[in-house]
């Protein structure tokens, strides 16, 4: 997914209100923007960290500076939680994964269960349908190992019981971890964060639904699907 216009190196001085930060620029300039990630962006919020901007110039907009990139551990972050359903699309329709046609119809954002929206479904005359969820990620503890989540998510726990019944009705239920950093050879499930998830998601396995996990090129030209990651499914201890 390459970014729309050049993106604008800076400096965090603060991230706050989980929507807005300050940063300077490279001219000195100190300005406020907006934070498109209204998570707690664990470890990717040290202040005087290098970060990359994008420029939205609409007269609706209170903020035209908005955060996309984070360095952090020696790696670039994308930050922005809209890429990753862009991300997935485009790998999908590459053919990065075997196990979804890359010649399927694509339709965005379909209700489904209760009161949800499915972020792909994928339809192809003959087979079952494909629903995917996208779900962000960016946190690291340890080096070369993806986690999510990096805090409670009720909301997630709901996908998977939603994704369970999609598979119950016959067709495929899939849930699509991307991962946008570059530097994670595997992703696992966080137990001690949110023990309800990591049941549900065991959960959700067992039922057949699937599970993905997609690390990412990242530059300040664009973030790319790079190549599947494994998933350490087992249990962990809190």
Known sequence: MKFSTPLVPARLIRRYKRFLFDAELADGEVITGSCPNTGSMRGLTTPGSEIWLSLHDSPTRKYCHMLELVRAD????????????????????????????????LKREQ???????????????????????????????????AEFPDSVTERGAKHLNELVSV?????????????????????????????????????????GVEAYALSCA???????????????ESEQPD
Not at 172 to 186: E, F, T
């Open 111 to 145: 209700r489904y269960g209760v009161n949800s929206r499915i972020d792909i479904l994928l339809r192809e005359e003959g087979k079952p349908d494909a629903y995917i969820e996208v779900k962000n990620v960016h946190f690291m503890r340890r080096p070369g190992l």
């Open 218 to 232: 990242i530059s300040p030209q664009g973030i790319f699907a790079e190549r599947l990651i494994p998933i350490d």
């Open 167 to 207: 598979v119950q009705s016959g067709h495929r239920g899939v849930m699509l971890y991307v991962v946008q950093r570059n530097d994670c050879a595997s992703l696992r499930i966080c137990d001690d964060l949110d023990p309800k998830y990591g049941a549900a998601f065991r959960e959700a396995r067992r039922h």
């Open 74 to 105: 020696g790696t670039l972050v994308g930050i922005n939680t809209a890429m990753p359903n862009r991300i997935a699309e485009e790998a999908v329709l590459g053919g990065l994964f075997p196990a979804l046609s890359a010649t399927a119809v």
